[in-house]
């Protein structure tokens, strides 16, 4: 089983929508949860943290659930500015692992 | 203030020579790690560093890597005799603190070509 696992994707989407992003990880000593978004050719950035009792930011929400060991990215809105891939980052021991990264395509 | 700063942004290099990649992390920060991302790929860890001493290297190839990061100066990645699947992204990240729960700081990264 890989360490932190994602939708394959790519999701296209007109704009406006709503999309969700799952992310499951392995490691039950994972202490810390993280959104990150790549631009196509360019370094990650954050996007969010993610905790326990769910986190908002704008039109993003994310949420954790501990016992599940399961990540999840809802996007409201699209906008064209969205297009990207997202990645799901699990903290264990210092060290932050990514998932594979899910690609998000949103049209007009 | 300026970010974390990689270089070469682009380096082709061919079979059998080495190649050196430098990172030098943004101003505060001690901590630096590097990242390997094939193409279609995620990134996956390679080692992790504080001034003068490595801290994890668990991602690292047993052979032809090595990392460092001296008192004075960039953190230098190095591939010796570097093989066509050498051929990725190599993202730099740094820290202020070795507690993660804070956000990683990302380079452009240096792209490996290797004919």
């Known amino acids: 089983r890989k360490e932190v696992e994602q939708d394959p994707g790519p999701f296209n989407v007109p704009e406006g929508a709503t999309v969700a992003f799952n992310c499951t990880y392995s490691?039950?000593?994972?202490?810390?949860f993280f959104w990150y978004r790549q631009d196509c050719r360019k370094e990650p950035k954050l996007l969010m943290s993610v905790y326990s009792s769910g986190n908002e930011d704008g039109r993003f929400t994310a949420q954790l659930n501990r016992a599940s060991q399961y990540i999840s990215l809802l996007i409201r809105d699209s906008k064209l500015s969205d297009s990207a891939t997202y990645l799901c980052?699990?903290?264990?021991?210092?060290?932050?692992?990514f998932g594979k990264g899910t690609m998000l395509l949103v049209s007009p | 203030n300026a970010g974390v700063m990689q270089n070469p942004r682009h380096l082709v290099r061919r079979r059998g020579q080495e190649a050196r990649l430098r990172c030098s992390p943004m101003k505060g920060h001690s901590h630096v790690y590097w990242y390997r991302q094939l193409p279609e790929e995620g990134l996956k860890f390679m080692v992790y560093l504080q001034k003068e001493n490595i801290i994890d290297e668990s991602g690292m190839p047993k052979e032809r890597f090595s990392a460092e990061f001296p008192k004075e100066g960039p953190s230098i990645l190095r591939i010796q005799q570097v093989v066509r699947g050498d051929s990725a992204a190599y993202f730099c990240?740094?820290?202020?603190?070795?507690?993660?729960?804070?956000?990683?700081?990302f380079g452009e990264g240096s792209r490996l070509t290797v004919l």
């Open positions: 990240a740094s820290s202020p603190k070795d507690d993660t729960t804070g956000e990683l700081f």
């Open positions: 490691n039950s000593a994972s202490q810390s």
């Open positions: 980052v699990v903290n264990a021991y210092s060290t932050l692992t």
